[in-house]
């Protein structure tokens, strides 16, 4: 292959236009619905109002605001005794009660606005937080399967897999029991959650090493916004049931995703679909306005359009990245550093509702603070590098969630504002890491191993709501948890490579090949410092 043929061919995967705006749109969209049922649960399975049942007081109606109930009652879980005088057929009153109390075994609820009073869960928080927890299991055995389904069918299919997964989560209103509903929990997280792995491949799959981060930074916002939406639809659609229809019912469009969403050139040539790779090069330089000969394009050899792509005819998978110290040092390192920005990322999404307030506010207000974390973790990530800004970054968050924690009660403000820098940092971690470790691994395992890194990231989360019960060992231990792990975060990406202005790599090989000219560059700039040494010593000594 001639340059010329070469370099016009290299030039489609690296031209940022109107072809990647549509596919980066395309491929956000459904991470807006995934996000919003990813933390339904903190609403939908939130805590409400209720009180035990008592048969003698009770009317037609069981209502929940009664005047006859007593005020001394210390906790929702106990039943008021009443005395032996109390006549059946008499009107109760806050004098019926001899002032003792009971295990109670059946509630009235304030209200069926959620799971809780719906699926008849009072005093028993361990069921909530599941739901939680079996959402973020869920996810975490989607983003394995889906992840090596990436590699193995495509970015396009899996991305619509998942997308379409989303509409189960209306099934979940026909739930009538605990059991059922978890159930049904577990099988749309299972679906839906592996959008985050195929679409963020996806993405940076189709751009140039320059707008790599603006890749990670519009899925990251893809996220918030659709926390954020959540939050706005949970103010004003309170029943539980609706609040799901409206969340799950519109993912049906992704079925127009056959037609309209492409997918990446860079797996279509690494799995030797070399017309299909053709016919989407030659769609990229169409929207893109790219001056290429297109009969040029249409003769190109597959070793030649490899070789554009700097692609290997060797397939790898599992067993290479075992058999490579490298692959197996960054997969680590970045598997770490995913859980410890999702643990510290939902922990404080959760633990939001329980600050000063209403807790949609708070709860919105915790989300939109994500927005301008972005925007700092963009310019200093494209002016500086990956790296530092990282490293800089988990140790602030953790400094933020220690000195939130170590805040008097009393100024609220303070604690609240703390709380809130902590929150922007781990956002802006939250996009930097993820872009940086697709960054980390090649084309051929990239699918695979990211899948491992989310599901890495799921651990987090899913430990994320359990956080709150370190609070009732200690006030600060929360956020000296989160401390921990973002410092030891900091620490770690010590041992991994600056990868900014470097292009994707797409083979173990080409990963290997670069380590090994890195490694050699260092030992030859530390053996020239020792020869400068030696020389000056050689000089001083002769001088004296």
């Not at 399975?45 to 037609?60: H, L, W």
């Not at 209306?170 to 299972?190: C, D, G, H, P, R």
């Not at 893809?222 to 949970?234: D, L, N, P, V």
């Not at 530092?388 to 170590?406: D, K, W």
Request: glycine share 6%; aromatic share 12%; charged share 20%.
């Amino acid at each position: 292959m001639d340059s010329e043929k070469g370099e016009t061919v290299s030039d489609i995967f690296e031209k940022f236009g109107k072809y990647q705006i549509i596919q980066y749109f395309l491929a956000c969209l459904p991470i807006i619905f995934v996000s919003m049922n990813n933390v339904n649960y903190v609403f939908i399975a939130g805590d409400i109002e209720y009180r035990c049942y008592i048969p003698e007081c009770e009317n037609a109606s069981t209502e929940f605001l009664v005047p006859w109930w007593p005020d001394t009652v210390p906790n929702k879980c106990l039943k008021p005794i009443l005395k032996d005088s109390f006549a059946v057929g008499e009107i109760c009153t806050n004098e019926t009660f001899t002032g003792q109390y009971e295990a109670c075994t059946r509630w009235v609820y304030e209200s069926n606005d959620t799971v809780v009073g719906e699926l008849d869960m009072a005093c028993e928080p361990w069921r909530t937080n599941f739901i939680g927890m079996t959402r973020n299991i869920g996810m975490a055995v989607s983003m394995v399967l889906i992840g090596w389904l990436c590699d193995r069918i495509g970015r396009k299919p899996a991305l619509i897999i998942c997308s379409l997964g989303v509409f189960l989560g209306n099934f979940k209103t026909l739930a009538k029991s605990y059991n059922l509903y978890i159930f049904l929990e577990f099988i749309e997280s299972s679906l839906s959650g592996g959008a985050y792995t195929a679409a963020t491949v996806l993405m940076i799959e189709i751009g140039g090493k320059k707008t790599r981060f603006l890749a990670g930074v519009l899925f990251a916002y893809a996220i918030y916004m659709g926390e954020a939406i959540f939050a706005c639809i949970a103010m004003f659609v309170p029943y539980w049931k609706h609040l799901l229809y409206i969340m799950c019912s519109p993912s049906l469009i992704f079925l127009s995703y056959f037609l309209l969403l492409k997918e990446s050139p860079r797996w279509q040539i690494l799995n030797r679909r070399t017309e299909n790779a053709k016919k989407t090069l030659r769609k990229i330089a169409g929207m893109n306005k790219i001056n290429i000969n297109l009969d040029c394009l249409n003769t190109i050899n597959e070793d030649i359009l490899k070789q554009s792509n700097n692609a290997n005819t060797k397939r790898e998978g599992y067993v290479a990245v075992l058999k490579s110290k490298e692959m197996m040092k960054r997969l680590l390192v970045a598997s770490f550093c995913r859980f410890a920005v999702s643990f510290i990322y939902y922990g404080l999404i959760v633990n939001s509702v329980y600050l000063p307030g209403n807790k949609h506010t708070n709860f919105l207000l915790a989300a939109v603070m994500s927005f301008p974390g972005e925007i700092i973790s963009m310019y200093f990530m494209n002016k500086v590098g990956r790296k530092l800004p990282l490293c800089f970054g988990y140790v602030m968050c953790a400094a933020a969630n220690i000195a939130s924690a170590y805040t008097p009660e009393d100024y609220v403000g303070v604690k609240i504002t703390l709380f809130l820098i902590g929150k922007l940092l781990v956002a802006a971690c939250y996009t930097g890491i993820a872009t940086y470790t697709m960054e980390l691994f090649p084309t051929s395992v990239r699918g695979s191993l990211l899948g491992f890194c989310t599901l890495a990231s799921c651990v987090g989360s899913t430990l994320a709501p359990l956080s709150s019960i370190l609070t009732t060992i200690s006030p600060i231990l929360t956020s000296f948890c989160f401390g921990c792990v973002a410092v030891i975060s900091s620490l770690l990406l010590i041992l991994t490579p600056e990868t900014k202005d470097l292009p994707l790599m797409d083979t173990i090989i080409q990963i290997y090949d670069h380590a090994a000219e890195v490694k050699k560059k260092k030992e030859e700039k530390t053996q020239k410092c020792a020869a400068d040494n030696n020389a000056f010593d050689l000089e001083y000594s002769t001088h004296l």
